[in-house]
């Protein structure tokens, strides 16, 4: 179980790591293209979320694997579920529920993760 939390948190690591790195470095209009919720959110809420995913990122990983505050782990792991649960809040008040699929898939991984890493798994 060990080894899959560690491929959970591998995966979940690099799809954050590249969203947060898009959405903290990229013009708000070239976003929008790929992004549409992008349009309701201000050009600083969008970088914040940027790098609350990329800083999550690393939470993910350096912690458990430094042995440096591995508590941290499990906690990236919180607060990468808890941005998922608002994003999909977000996309279920605009009745996009097409978009949920993916924030639910995350959200339980993440879950998967701060369970195994504060419980039984924790590195």
Do not use: C
């Amino acid at each position: 179980m060990n080894v899959f939390l560690w491929i959970v948190q591998a995966v979940l690591a690099v799809m954050f790591g590249m969203a947060g790195v898009m959405k903290s470095t990229q013009p708000k209009d070239k976003l929008v293209e790929k992004l549409p919720w992008v349009a309701d959110f201000s050009t600083g809420t969008v970088r914040f979320i940027g790098i609350v995913e990329f800083a999550g990122a690393l939470g993910l990983i350096l912690p458990a694997a430094t042995s440096i505050a591995p508590v941290l782990t499990p906690l990236a792991a919180v607060g990468l579920g808890v941005t998922m649960l608002l994003a999909a809040l977000y996309h279920a008040r605009k009745k996009e529920f097409p978009a949920i699929g993916l924030n639910a898939v995350l959200l339980i991984l993440a879950a998967l993760v701060a369970w195994g890493r504060f419980g039984p798994y924790s590195s």
